[in-house]
């Protein structure tokens, strides 16, 4: 066959059905184009025709000639791309393309044309010389200036009074619930909704997450919903500030203020967001962060933790560095842990800290152009930012109505994968994974709402508005437009 992307793509008039399938086992798109003798297409079968035929009673024997589509749709080849693009729909995701005598020569597939990746860091500052400075000086480990310029970066941008980085996010918070003396028989409240790393550090330091709602609107850590979990156990809250938009943080500072209560702010997410004109990972007695890869700055694995309190920012960093006195080398004033920063990681930090600004307008226009993109379909309603500060754009996520756009969330990750657009589901309920099985929860039917409906889109320091287009544009050939 002259053009190898056909290849397990076309079946002959006669062939059986048991053929077809063997073809679309092996093409694995579930499309066959059925051509005669000379070339001409002579009909398109699919996956679901053959499941038909199956139902009214077809053996794998017969011929497929009986179940071909009675139309089907072809593109032209030497057309305007976007002609044949206007072709497509949800129903027609591998378009064949046949010449003026109307013989296959190809098909057109979103998928073969454009990828849109979930993430996609930038690099393409000064990260490459700073590890090279690293390598060429020696300074690799977590010793170095880079570690001081990236902490010192980051806590002028926080507005904090001390900034310490640590190995990764997880470590950042496990490290606050230490230092806050937070452990065996405590209990900390943390939202149903956020990634597991939240209720892990809890775990791991061996007190208990009790899980509270989210407030539907901004996805964030009910108030209300915490007021009602606080006991007698209870010696912190954690506010996630999810998928970047900052909690409601003066109601939980009164809880936590009238109860005497640790505040343990989650900004992984949420770097540069804003609560009452400042920034998170300011307001309660300590913040973390993460600069995993998907972040809004990366240090490829990285977190760091943030405080106001000079004692407790000097117990943090002991605490860092397996809890050795800092005057008296090797000496342990109590178990600690090694969860420094490389100068390596913070290289690529202080890089990424001299764009940041530029992340975060880029994002700011991809959230744009996506909210205007979205108004005409229906069933996907966008997470929009609360009226209390500034919302960043770590992911842009959505709620699938499925009644309203026609398919359920999980379909919609799987067809949109077909066009070649990398999504995601938004987190499970912690409460319904077998992790947390026996936490104590409130009632928590918004998150768990969330949790089934919630998607997030292709959202990167990378990305392009084209590509918000696209996402869109398959979106759109999936749903139903007003």
Not at 338 to 361: P, S
Request: hydrophobic residues 40%.
């Amino acid at each position: 066959m002259a053009n190898a992307r056909l290849e397990n793509m076309v079946a002959p008039t006669d062939a059986t059905l048991k053929q077809v399938m063997n073809l679309m086992s092996a093409n694995t798109i579930g499309v066959v184009f059925i051509c005669d003798s000379d070339g001409i297409l002579r009909g398109v079968i699919t996956d679901g025709d053959i499941r038909r035929a199956f139902l009214t009673g077809a053996t794998v024997e017969q011929p497929c000639q009986p179940y071909l589509r009675p139309s089907y749709t072809a593109g032209r080849v030497g057309v305007p791309r976007n002609e044949n693009l206007a072709l497509m729909s949800r129903r027609i995701l591998h378009l064949p393309l046949v010449d003026a005598d109307g013989r296959l020569v190809d098909y057109l597939s979103w998928k073969d044309m454009w990828h849109v990746p979930l993430v996609s860091p930038s690099l393409s500052g000064n990260e490459l010389r700073y590890v090279e400075e690293c390598i060429s000086t020696g300074w690799i480990s977590s010793q170095g200036p880079f570690i001081q310029r990236f902490e010192a970066m980051a806590r002028d941008f926080l507005g904090t009074g001390f900034a310490l980085s640590t190995a990764n996010g997880t470590l950042s918070l496990q490290l606050a619930i230490q230092a806050l003396d937070i452990g065996p028989g405590d209990e900390v409240i943390v939202p149903n909704f956020t990634f597991g790393a939240s209720a892990n550090a809890v775990m791991q330091r061996g007190a208990t997450p009790v899980f509270a709602d989210i407030d539907p609107a901004s996805w964030t850590l009910s108030p209300e919903s915490v007021a009602a979990l606080v006991g007698p156990r209870t010696k912190a809250i954690m506010p996630v500030h999810i998928y970047g938009q900052a909690c409601d943080m003066d109601p939980i500072m009164d809880i936590a203020r009238s109860h005497g209560l640790k505040v343990i702010e989650d900004c992984a997410e949420a770097l540069g967001a804003e609560y009452k004109g400042r920034r998170v990972g300011s307001i309660g007695d300590v913040g973390c962060f993460s600069f995993f890869a998907n972040k809004i700055i990366t240090t490829g694995e990285g977190g760091l933790v943030t405080v106001n309190d000079p004692q407790l920012y000097e117990r943090l960093k002991m605490l860092r560095d397996h809890g050795v006195k800092p005057e008296r080398r090797y000496w342990h004033l109590e178990p600690g842990t090694n969860c420094r920063m490389t100068n390596l990681q913070a290289a690529l930090g202080v890089a990424q800290m001299e764009r940041v600004d530029e992340f975060l307008a880029l994002r700011d226009r991809l959230a744009e152009r996506y909210d205007a993109e979205l108004a005409g379909i229906r069933g996907i309603v966008p997470h929009r930012a609360a009226n209390w500060g500034r919302k960043v754009c770590w992911l842009y996520s959505v709620v699938v109505e499925p009644e309203s756009f026609g398919m359920d969330r999980d379909s919609l990750l799987a067809a949109l994968r077909e066009l070649g657009v990398e999504a995601r589901p938004v987190f499970p309920a912690l409460d319904d994974q077998p992790a947390f099985v026996g936490s104590r929860a409130g009632d928590v039917e918004a998150s768990r709402s969330l949790a089934v409906n919630g998607l997030s889109l292709p959202t990167g320091n990378e990305m392009s508005v084209i590509e918000v287009v696209r996402v869109v544009e398959a979106l759109r050939i999936l749903g139903r437009t007003e």
